[in-house]
């Protein structure tokens, strides 16, 4: 069974032990925004009901099993293990049971971006759509040329087609 604590208005902390595992969350909630910090540690069931005290700016939790007290400290959203020497008993009150389990924060889908106007700076010019990048004579994208200038044969300088695999003059086998 799941247990709660209000910490602070809009901070509250969970505690819950499915199987042999002690679930520690903290969730704060503001104007606009949630956050939630978790941790599970292997404690083995709760032989005792969970206990909470005040001390100082900070929380202290006890969770009592068969293999023994375990402790941990809050501050602020912070979780972090704590010595048993830290707990106050005259301070210690037992958690409250919740039916429910830490809000999950909802996500809203990203609305799509608008369209971009390609980006110029000086002889250089970024599209996104089509993917392509321009400088100079070079033109980068998918399944663009890498350079805009006209492909000439090796063996007699005439010009050839992209994609050719021999020259069309004398038959060369081009590169």
């Known amino acids: 069974m799941p247990y709660s604590f209000d910490l602070s208005p809009g901070q509250k902390i969970y505690l819950d032990n ?3 595992l002690t679930s520690i969350t903290l969730a704060s909630a503001g104007a606009g925004q949630q956050q939630q910090s978790s941790t599970q540690v292997s404690t083995g069931p709760w032989t005792e009901i969970p206990q909470i005290a005040r001390v100082g700016n900070a929380v202290l939790l006890r969770c009592v099993t068969a293999q023994g007290s375990f402790f941990w400290q809050i501050q602020g959203t912070q979780i972090a293990a704590a010595p048993a020497t830290a707990w106050a008993t005259a ?3 037992p958690m409250q049971a ?3 389990s830490p809000p999950i924060a909802s996500v809203l889908p990203m609305t799509p971006l608008p369209p971009m106007a390609p980006m110029r700076m000086g002889n250089m010019e970024m599209s996104l759509n089509p993917m392509t990048m321009r400088m100079g004579k070079m033109t980068l994208g998918p399944d663009l ?3 805009n200038t006209p492909k000439f044969c090796t063996q007699c300088g005439a010009a050839i087609a992209l994609g050719n695999r021999f020259c069309g003059s004398c038959g060369y086998q081009l590169s």
Do not use: H
Request: proline share 17%; charged share 10%.
């Open 91 to 93: 301070q210690a009150t």
């Open 98 to 100: 919740t039916e429910s």
């Open 145 to 147: 040329p890498t350079v």
């Open 18 to 20: 499915p199987g042999a």
